[in-house]
């Protein structure tokens, strides 16, 4: 499970980049009427898929789940 965004040791524009999306995720849930968090999304869908990402880093899973969900919100 990923705890945070800012331990995963991203730094400038694409932390800016982690950080803008995850606005625009906010602002879509806020719409639907949830409460559901970017970093609660990324963590439900890798634990669907625990046995694919076994064995990688937390970075590396979280750069999988995030290119996911970037898909999912310009869809």
């Known amino acids: 499970m990923i705890k945070s ?11 800016k980049m982690i950080f803008f999306m ?12 949830s409460e559901e968090t970017m970093l609660g999304w990324i963590n439900k869908n890798l634990e669907n ?6 064995g990688l ?6 750069i999988i789940a995030f290119t996911v969900l970037q898909t999912k919100l310009v869809e």
């Open 57 to 62: 880093t937390d970075r590396e899973k979280f």
């Open 22 to 33: 995850e606005s625009v995720f906010n602002m879509n849930v806020a719409k639907m009427g």
């Open 49 to 54: 898929a625990k046995e694919r990402t076994e």
């Open 5 to 15: 965004i800012e331990g995963l040791g991203f730094k400038g524009e694409y932390l």
